[in-house]
């Protein structure tokens, strides 16, 4: 590393987008992934997609417990 840079040319916010949409990721186990990869596999979809229909589901099944 150089003891000193120069940002005097630098634009500050240059790429700042607030409304970028940030994916975090969600880690499963294993075993967990194993299972449902498998499923998703088998029924020649997504894995990602096969997941947040089943979220959607539990989401809606919870809301409709309240």
Do not use: C, Q, W
Request: hydrophobic share 40%; charged share 35%; proline share 3%.
């Amino acid at each position: 590393m150089r003891d000193e840079y120069d940002f005097s040319k630098g634009v500050r916010g240059k790429f700042y987008n607030p409304n970028a949409k940030h994916n975090i990721p969600v880690y499963l186990d294993s075993e967990v992934l194993d299972y449902f990869a498998e499923k998703a596999k088998t029924k020649g979809v997504e894995l990602d997609a096969m997941l947040n229909e089943l979220l959607k589901k539990d989401i809606a099944l919870i809301e409709g417990v309240k």
